[in-house]
């Protein structure tokens, strides 16, 4: 679930941690609106086993009428992808998508209205963060809803309501779209995920981390590497960038499904040292199983949540490079239609993100912008 190389997202991690660590907040463009890069504060992050610092960076950005004037505006919250730093989405990276000019030109064009838009880093100095809390990683669910929401709604002239919140993202970040509206449904009015982390009830021993044995051999080899180093060289080891994309997916999927605080790699793993030819601990495989497969499974018990939001939407392309991702999205969809939750389901033809770009200009700034202003007359 990577788009950048291993090497430049962890270049992006270690940039964006040196800039935050120096209390830096910088204008990165004006006009239309204007886009800042600002350091978080992030209580919640304090303490992680990493030794990172407690702040993220964001980039927001405040639509052209907000400078000179006295309106409150609704907030659009994106959650990037494993390995992807936001800038990503605003500068070109994904078929020239510029998503804040996307925004100002839809919203001149009458398509949407104006709101703000705030898109967290989400990454700690290993790798993605899930947006789940961790004792190894920190409490990044804790960080978007309470740190990053209150931050936004304390420095910007925010609408501070649960119906002028919206929360969407790709990939890893689709998946904390909808675990994160599921969990807090006082929090957000609406979600949209793009071909979000999602497991169908076998989708764990398809994916990229288990589908073969080489991917547990490549595993255990570096956890045997990282036992023979002490603990400040076995961290390096995990922040150097050079683990292999899948490697480190895997390495970060575990500290924050199934962590293991006593060394790094800190990670509970459900394979011994026979590896794949033995049959896997079947407490932790299911600990790990319910990471991705936590929002399908968790439906019975947030059904009322689900049933208050405004939108929902699952879009995902059908020809995904990883084909468990389009398997879970139709199995979660089965699941909340099961359950009776009204959502949208929105299959194209497409992969993981050759079509980013038309997919947040004609889906999803319009889908959100009717959750958080059509509807409210704004």
């Known amino acids: 679930m990577r788009t950048l190389t291993a090497a430049a997202a962890a270049c992006a991690v270690v940039v964006a941690l040196a800039c935050a660590a120096s209390g830096a907040s910088d204008l990165l463009a004006s006009g239309p609106g204007t886009l800042l890069r600002v350091e978080v504060p992030a209580p919640s992050l304090a303490g992680n086993l990493l030794g990172d610092p407690p702040i993220d960076l964001a980039l927001v950005w ?83 809803v309470k740190d990053l929401v209150s931050f936004v709604d304390g420095e910007y002239r925010t609408i501070p309501s649960r119906d002028a919140r919206a929360i969407a993202g790709h990939s890893m970040g689709g998946y904390g779209a909808l675990n994160l509206a599921m969990r807090h449904p006082d929090l957000y009015c609406a979600s949209y995920a793009l071909s979000p982390g999602l497991f169908a009830p ?39 960038g ?23 790699p800190y990670v509970a793993y459900p394979y011994g040292a026979s590896g794949a030819t033995s049959e896997p601990d079947p407490e932790i495989w299911n600990t790990w199983a319910m990471g991705f497969g936590g929002v399908p499974e968790g439906v019975p018990w947030h059904t009322d949540a689900l049933l208050s939001l405004e939108s929902l939407v699952i879009d995902y392309g059908e020809s995904d490079e990883y084909p468990w991702i389009a398997t879970g999205c139709k199995y979660f969809s089965s699941v909340l239609t099961a359950a009776g939750v009204p959502h949208e389901s929105l299959p194209f033809d497409g992969g993981h993100e050759n079509r980013l770009r038309e997919r947040i200009e004609q889906h999803l700034l319009p889908t959100v912008s009717a959750a958080l202003c059509s509807v409210k007359g704004r």
């Open 62 to 144: 405040l639509p052209p009428s907000y400078d000179g004037g006295s309106k409150r505006y609704p907030v659009l919250y994106f959650l990037p992808g494993f390995g992807v730093p936001p800038e990503a989405f605003f500068f070109g990276y994904f078929q020239g998508l510029k998503m804040h000019e996307s925004l100002a030109r839809l919203a001149a064009d009458g398509g949407v209205c104006e709101m703000i838009l705030v898109a967290p880093a989400g990454q700690h100095s290993v790798g993605g963060s899930f947006y789940v809390n961790s004792p190894v990683t920190g409490g990044w669910e804790d960080f978007v």
């Open 202 to 240: 076998d989708g764990l021993s398809r994916s990229q981390m288990f589908a073969n044995a080489e991917a547990v051999g490549q595993y255990l080899d570096f956890q045997k590497k990282l036992s023979t180093m002490g603990a400040e060289d076995a961290l390096a080891a995990l922040r150097s």
């Open 242 to 264: 050079g683990l292999g994309e899948d490697l480190q997916f895997t390495i970060c999927y575990g500290m924050a499904f199934s962590s293991d605080t006593a060394r790094p």
